[in-house]
């Protein structure tokens, strides 16, 4: 079984995670109401997708 013999420093380790960062997920406006949705889904203000009202909410 492999060894290291040298202890990795905080430079090298940093240096490989530099690429395992999260980002932003990315947001599309809602054509109905405006509001920043998810692509591809359906929008939680208003319940619209694709036009057509798909989720219905409390007071409808």
Same mark, same amino acid.
């Given at each position: 079984?492999?060894? &290291?013999? =040298? ?5 090298? =380790?940093?240096?490989? =995670?530099? $690429?395992?960062?999260? !980002?932003? &997920?990315?947001?599309?406006?809602? &054509?109905? +109401?405006?509001?920043?949705?998810? &692509? $591809? $889904?359906? +929008?939680?203000? +208003? @319940?619209?997708?694709? @036009? =057509?009202?798909?989720?219905?909410? !409390?007071? !409808?």
């Amino acid at each position: 079984m492999a060894v &290291p013999k =040298r202890k990795t420093s905080k430079s090298k =380790r940093d240096k490989r =995670r530099t $690429h395992q960062k999260t !980002e932003a &997920p990315n947001l599309t406006t809602c &054509p109905q +109401c405006g509001e920043a949705m998810l &692509p $591809h $889904h359906a +929008c939680a203000e +208003c @319940g619209n997708y694709k @036009g =057509r009202q798909v989720v219905f909410g !409390e007071d !409808e």
